[in-house]
């Protein structure tokens, strides 16, 4: 049974007066809503890497490049969906938006818990799955663009920053809970049997050997009571707001457009990866960001025209600037993310060896530091800074505050190269881990701040009818980190050369460097300041 009064009909809140007897109230009930599904989205969308770190410990019969191809898969897959995403919102409502993007993430939970069941399950069951957990990752971008049109541009770094940042701890959520609910049958007969580690592994509470009982289908499961309570939620707790979404329609309607848009990107996402295998994956990504967008206007009737009218952002330049901008924060917090785990396992699990002839091998290392243990903290701090680095550009402009972390950024990811070089080649990598994971850290700091700064930016740079959509698009790209981060540190690493992944990283923060200083700090280029 729907709520009554779910759709409201005005909506001021640039007006000190409605927003003050009215519209805060609402917006806060809708914020503290959005937050929690925010977090559900993400820890299913990037649980893959913590989920292909302990595959490797349990024997599942895959290589390396596969656990990274099925992290890669779903980073692409969150990337690609969020570009239908981020136009749910005006054409099919925010409460009806919330309530079916959070309640699909139960497929990919439920799907991941029985294909981890056995070890036998084959690689494209796998594929399927990862595929489909990007809804998670989708859901970034109807959820900002929902959530900035509750609030007045003076609180837009405050309620994006809090939307975005503790919704990123679905992440460091993700990350602490998977290798935790690993130890212990929570599920009793219904969770399956457990399978034995075949090599250490490691959780906050300490390391755990060989030969353990592990219920890594746990890593699924657990995320369905959490999906089913915030599906209530959002049916009976959110709104749609009229003047934003005018076609909102009856929920059936809503929900059928819905489901038709996500269906477009997840065609785009399996045009996407066959193209990865023909054609070099710099070519291959825009080629799927196009054809998204071009499957859209193929939508019928009111979609395609309201499709059409928000399709106008990409004739300012500012949606092209903050585009680029957003990917350095954002695509960086997001890329590191789903690769940082499946790193730590190769780069610090493996060590040189030098035999009495001078041949040099590369074997385990028996006293490797456990992703599962550290992981988390680098989008913990990430995801915490996040609404501080909101406050603080509401106070001195977003520009700037950009301009500061992305000098950071450069200087970070270079140093990071260079001890992930000694590592590689080191015949104790264990010594150089801690100076790898505080720079780690130093680049979610910055990425945190840098994310809270650019969402500013982007609330004061658009109007209300733009910012939604350019909020989504600009997520939308730089989503496609969690794709692009896990591939290229896994092709440098099989070449033997980590370093220059994070070379290449850097230099694209330099060019975002004089991006920013051009359109916003350049003399009077940009009156608004933002």
């Given at each position: 049974m729907a709520r009554k009064n779910a759709d409201i009909e005005h909506w001021d809140v640039e007006n000190e007066e409605f927003w003050e007897s009215t519209g805060k109230k609402i917006a806060n009930r809708n914020?503290?809503?959005?937050?929690?599904?925010?977090l559900m989205g993400f820890a299913i969308w990037l649980m893959w890497g913590m989920i292909t770190a302990q595959m490797q410990n349990l024997g599942f019969p895959f290589t390396v490049d596969q656990l990274f191809t099925l992290t890669a898969i779903g980073g692409l897959a969150g990337a690609t969906l969020r570009i239908p995403a981020s136009f749910m919102i005006r054409i099919a409502g925010g409460r009806n938006t919330i309530f079916l993007t959070t309640a699909l993430l139960m497929i990919p939970a439920l799907g991941t818990g029985i294909a981890l069941m056995n070890p036998g399950t084959p690689f494209w069951i796998f594929q399927a799955l990862a595929l489909l957990s990007g809804i998670g990752g989708g859901n970034f971008a109807c959820s900002m663009s929902n959530i900035s049109s509750f609030f007045p541009k003076q609180q837009q770094g405050y309620a994006l920053g809090m939307n975005a940042g503790l919704g990123n701890f679905g992440v460091t959520t993700m990350q602490i809970l998977i290798p935790l609910v690993m130890t212990v049958g929570l599920f009793g007969a219904l969770g399956g049997e457990p399978m034995a580690l075949t090599k250490a592994s490691g959780t906050l509470i300490g390391r755990i050997e060989a030969g353990t009982d592990t219920w890594i289908q746990n890593a699924?499961?657990?995320?369905?009571?959490?999906?089913?309570?915030l599906g209530f939620a959002g049916w009976f707790g959110m709104n749609n707001l009229k003047p934003i979404s005018p076609q909102t329609g009856n929920?059936?309607?809503?929900?059928?457009?819905i489901l038709g848009l996500y269906a477009l990107g997840m065609i785009a996402t399996v045009v996407g990866m066959l193209a990865l295998d023909w054609i070099n994956m710099w070519l291959a990504l825009p080629l799927t960001i196009l054809l998204t967008l071009g499957l859209l206007l193929l939508l019928p009737g009111a979609i395609k025209t309201s499709i059409k009218n928000q399709y106008r952002i990409f004739r300012d330049k500012h949606t092209w600037a903050m585009t680029i901008i957003y990917t350095a924060t954002f695509g960086s917090f997001i890329g590191f993310s789903a690769a940082l785990p499946l790193s730590i396992t190769v780069i610090f699990g493996n060590m040189m060896e030098v035999a009495a002839d001078g041949s040099v091998t590369r074997i385990a290392n028996p006293d490797a530091p456990s992703a599962l243990t550290w992981a988390w903290m680098g989008p913990f701090v990430g995801a915490l800074i996040r609404p501080v680095g909101g406050w603080i550009s509401d106070k001195l402009g977003g520009a700037i505050v950009t301009q500061i972390i992305s000098v950071i950024m450069v200087v970070?990811?270079?140093?990071?190269?260079?001890?992930?070089?000694?590592?590689?080649?080191?015949?104790?990598?264990?010594?150089?881990?801690?100076?790898?994971?505080?720079l780690f850290i130093v680049l979610f700091a910055a990425s945190g701040i840098g994310n809270g700064s650019t969402f500013r930016s982007i609330g004061v740079i658009f109007d209300i009818q733009q910012k939604g959509p350019v909020l989504g698009w600009t997520s939308a790209v730089a989503a496609y980190g969690a794709f692009i981060a896990p591939r290229v540190i896994g092709d440098q690493i099989k070449a033997g050369t980590p370093e220059m992944a994070m070379y290449g990283f850097a230099a694209f923060y330099a060019i975002c460097l004089v991006v920013n200083w051009w359109f916003y700090l350049r003399g009077n280029a940009y009156v608004k300041n933002p």
């Open positions: 914020l503290w809503i959005s937050i929690p599904s925010l699924g499961f657990i995320w369905l009571g959490f999906l089913i309570l929920p059936a309607s809503a929900f059928g457009k970070a990811s270079i140093a990071v190269g260079y001890v992930m070089m000694l590592a590689y080649n080191a015949s104790n990598p264990n010594q150089y881990f801690w100076m790898f994971l505080l």
